[in-house]
């Protein structure tokens, strides 16, 4: 496949309607090779991370965008982060057989959409609505005519090797009119889960767009990168406290941390692990004899 991991921009001029076209491969697998999930929870995961990536393209901004659903079903939470410097990360849970039906309700039952917005400073930003509609796509369009009142457009697709994802957003300061949203979306609406996972960027656009003029920029990377580090790590042992991190070492003999996102195990070892408190359990050095 061509245009693999990459996120394309494009502007259908005099129309004020962008899009954005990702085709997620390495990263995805890199996803799926963190966790065995069976089929429905993995395509709902990589339609969930497409979404993110996709999202997070439309706004200027420096940290992350999460999509999380936290619900009471089969699927029981499912997170999906990108970041403004295009890389993605995400996990899911769920108990039990998951219905291979496509049917939020039933995967998810009932739940909630959070869309958060974290730049790491401040307070982050945070929409809630409730998981709502027959697909993905209904949930985060009914989010953005609702929360953003941006008209917004979604087509996801997931398999195996490839997550996929088109978006198509009506530009607000732009002259667009409703003849020209209707009309591209309803060619957009002509495209197929196949035809989104198997063909490249160039093709897609012409075999959905080809009556349209639009301009297609540069292809950006997209890669998989979980953000975590063993001083992360470290931080949050010693939010445990020293004596429980004592027993743990007494029970266990060392404090392991397995990242939930990539799977990493994180160890450490005795000497580690007292390490973390030597700087709040130091003493005063002896006063000087006069």
Wanted: with cysteine.
């Amino acid at each position: 496949m061509n245009d693999s991991d990459t996120l394309s921009r494009f502007l259908f001029e005099h129309a004020g309607i962008r899009g954005n076209l990702l085709h997620l491969d390495a990263s995805w697998r890199a996803v799926l090779e963190a966790h065995p999930y069976p089929e429905p929870v993995a395509s709902r995961l990589g339609e969930a991370l497409a979404a993110a990536s996709l999202l997070a393209a439309t706004i200027k901004f420096e940290g992350s965008l999460i999509l999380q659903i936290q619900a009471s079903g089969p699927i029981r939470t499912l997170v999906a982060q990108a970041t403004h410097a295009r890389t993605v990360r995400g996990l899911a849970r769920w108990e039990g057989e998951v219905p291979v039906a496509d049917s939020l309700s039933e995967q998810f039952g009932e739940g909630q959409l959070v869309l958060t917005i974290d730049q790491g400073r401040g307070q982050p930003y945070q929409g809630v609505i409730p998981l709502a509609g027959a697909r993905l796509t209904d949930a985060i369009e009914h989010y953005f005519s609702d929360s953003e009142q941006i008209p917004t457009r979604l087509w996801l697709a997931a398999g195996p090797s490839r997550a996929s994802g088109l978006l198509l957003q009506r530009l607000p300061e732009a002259d667009a009119t409703e003849e020209d949203w209707n009309r591209v979306t309803l060619l957009a609406d002509t495209l197929t889960s196949k035809e989104l996972l198997g063909l490249s960027t160039e093709p897609l656009l012409h075999r959905l767009f080809h009556e349209e003029t639009v301009r297609l920029f540069e292809p950006e990377p997209v890669s998989f990168r979980c953000g975590c580090a063993r001083s992360r790590i470290a931080d949050m042992i010693k939010l445990l406290g020293e004596s429980d991190v004592d027993n743990l070492l007494d029970e266990q003999g060392a404090v392991e941390v397995t990242c939930e996102f990539c799977n990493r195990l994180y160890r450490f070892d005795p000497v580690d692990a007292r390490q973390l408190f030597a700087s709040t359990t130091c003493h005063e050095p002896p006063a000087t004899q006069q």
